[in-house]
């Protein structure tokens, strides 16, 4: 029993890193009023970046953050399109999310070839001193990304709710035509927040490769970004509800499978549904009251 | 006033037009089509392993002057297969097309039976197809069946994982042998199998691994990719699957079962050539006895086996190839706890 409560809350805030660091970023792109769906792409070229710039380097920080700055770029591209430009925000998500996610397979065929068996590193260790602690070792002794991405929390709700800068990203999001009248520069806080947004991103999926697995393949991200989107509205665009969240859905995921291995007489399947049936039931409950960032999805244009 | 200004826009799209094209351009073509011409159709890309035995095996007979050979793989599932195929029968008129067609069973069958005079062979779960529709799928049971053997006797715990992608036939097929192989060794082996609903997600197969791991698995089979990097992580045993993954953890990944396409590549090869092609299956060439599936080396962990287990699985493996033993075939869905 002790085995397997504290495999699951350690496993629970693995699973959970990546997730916090995307909900995170799409975070600070909804409060601007962007809905931002290259978060798929953004993530899977943040987990290609991180890998070959980690590996070439020999330096996994100089990797994550190769990572991000690819991310700040992909953001910056969504900004040229839907804050720039005025397309459909739908539109340019997902070309982004295509256009990187190929980018990203076709970098790496250039770089590695066609190998039979996924390249791979020598990831991230645990933190050492904290991984010896008797009993707690195992929960505490996480990677030292997750423990960032657990402070960036209170950072990201300090930054929204208590500066300038987050003020104004919020009112960009709320009434854009108010805040120009204002005289925030609608167009340079969009660009910014969707660059943010985008670095965090990256750094979720820099996680996956450079952390959890020491390798990069197709199919890293596994569709993690689109959870990330639905743990938004299940937290009501709040920083921390957003990271209740992503606990919850880290969570369950990992407790279905541990009760996997306890032969239950059950299909696999019921077990692999409950994340998404809870996160579900979780939104079809938290969601009734979502409040949208009132400018989400619409271009802004000056008159 | 600020408004997109046209040259800001063609710029944009330019630029994005030149990224996609540099990523599309096709190979060039040599000329003089004096060899076989075989076109790789994959739904994955050839990065996936199961594809990828596909296309090394192609590689390597093109590499031997055999065949000319060109591909395109990322079709993927949402209804691409049958026009990609219908474009390459029209215009680059192989004489063979190699691909896998689970998933897009229909797509490929239509095509095939429009073009009888290219010969169609595609990794299927279901039968061939008169005149041209010929299937292969990795029959990789018996290596795998040895594989349990050795993790039935090199587990301290008695209890090993397994983590799966989907319990289709094939997977089934695979992980039914192992756990008959290590139950044959150690009666008490309890095997646990967890099946993770994807071909490719490694960090939920590492996950699924190390959850087995708290349950008390201290030998691993990594069906998917991911379960070698738990095994590495808390330094237990592992076997790969489909090809020779030993250099994922050189001490700690025992063997894999390996599957090898080039005896059906060329038995294709050999039949389209002469004019003797007709629709069949063939599974027989991904089997051990002819070559097309063996147990990959033990490499640097071999002196970690214990001499009487070696010896049980070399002499199992020799019966196997002599035609002495049979692996059964059970594609029923493995229960989480055998």
Redesign the interface.
Known sequence: MEVFLIGLIAATLRVATPLILGTLGELFAERAGILNLGIEGTMFCGAFVGFVVGGATGNLWLGVLAAIVAGILAGLLMGLLSVRLGVSQHVSGLGITLLLTGLSLFGFRLIFGEPRIPPSIAPFERLPILSQVPILGEILGQYALTYIALALVPVCWWMLYRTNFGLQIRAVGENPEAADAAGVNVFLTRYLALAIAGGLMAAGGAFLSLAQLGAFTYGIIAGRGWVCIALIIFGNWQPVRVLWGALLFGGVSALQLRLQTTGLDLPYEMFLALPYLVTIAALAVAGRNATYPAALLKAYKRE | ????SIL??LV?CAL?LV??TV?CAPKPTEAGPTKLLVFGAFA??????WD?VI??ALLKAEAEGKIDYEYTD?IGYAGDMERVLREVADQQKPAIIIGDAFGNEEAARRVAADYPNIAFAFGSGLGPSEPNFSVFDNWIHEPAYLCGMLAGGLTKTNTI?VVGGY?VPEVNRLTNAFIAGAKEVNPNAKV?V???????????A???A???I??G?DVLYAER??VI?AAKEKGLFAFGNM?D?N??APDLVVSSPVWNMNPTVEYLIKQVASGAYTAQDLKDFSMVAKGGANLAPFHATESKIPADLLAKVREREQQIKDGLFRVDINEQQP???N
């Open positions: 006033m600020r408004k997109p800001h826009t944009t994005l990224i996609f990523g994955t890309p050839i990065e996936e392993p990828g296309h090394a990322n994982g319990p646990l967890t099946f993770i609903n994807s071909w490719f997600d490694p960090a939920a590492k996950e699924a190390l959850a087995q708290d349950a698995a990719f991911g990097e090809s993954q250099e994922l229960a989480p706890v």
